[in-house]
Structures are given as C-alpha cells and as structure tokens.
C-alpha cells in the first residue's frame, strides 16, 4: 500500500524558514516533487527530485529553497529559506514509480498548509 505522509507546515514570517517533510511508504519513488495551490490558483510545480538526486525548480523559487531526499528512510524534505507571502499555499507531496514495463503511477499526499505573513 503506498502512503505519502506531509509534516513541517505552519506559519512563518516573511524571511524566516520552514521545513517540509514527505515520508513514502511502498516503494522507492523514481521521481519525487513539491506542488503548491493557493486560494483560487492553479496548482504548480515547486521542485521535483529523482531517486539518484537530480532536482529541478519552479524560477520563482529558485536560490531559496532546497529539495532532497533520504533513500533508506523515503523521505523527501523540502527546506524553505526567505519564505515570502507569496509562498502562501497548500503544499502537496508527489511520488511517482514507473513498472519495468514503463508504465508510470503517480500519487499525492494530503497537502499541508504553509502560510507567510508580511
């Protein structure tokens, strides 16, 4: 049974910092990422991380914030520096695993609220 469980979120002041946890469970994830929907926004891409560490992130927040992951734990973080308001948001976990038949399946955590004020 795959499980992806968020913790970390609250609420920050602008230029203080906040860490994400996502811990899986059922499988190594081949590619994981953040995504975050504000209020009457489309959910959109924050960063994503392989199982062998390549990452990739949204040009908004580039250069504040980090994502990595721990393989023996499957765990992925997301560790957020110079929080801005607009970093306000429901932050969702992402995991997908692609079959040796490369056939992807994706999931989503329950999201977790992050919120930043000014």
């Known amino acids: 049974q795959v499980q992806l469980v968020e913790s970390g979120g609250g609420l920050a002041q602008a230029g203080g910092s906040l860490r994400l946890s996502c811990a899986a469970s059922?499988?190594?994830?081949?590619?994981m990422g953040w995504y975050r929907q504000a209020p009457g926004k489309q959910r959109e891409l924050v960063a994503t991380?392989?199982?062998?560490?390549?990452?990739n992130y949204a040009d908004s927040v580039k250069g504040r914030v980090t994502i990595s992951r721990d393989n023996g734990k499957n765990t992925m973080y997301l560790q957020m520096n110079s929080l801005k308001p607009e970093d306000t948001a429901v932050y969702y976990c992402?995991?997908?695993?692609?079959?040796?038949?490369?056939?992807?399946?994706?999931?989503w955590g329950q999201g977790t609220q992050v919120t930043v004020s000014s």
């Open positions: 991380i392989t199982s062998g560490g390549s990452t």
């Open positions: 992402n995991a997908v695993r692609t079959t040796g038949w490369g056939i992807d399946y994706e999931y």
């Open positions: 059922g499988s190594i994830f081949n590619v």
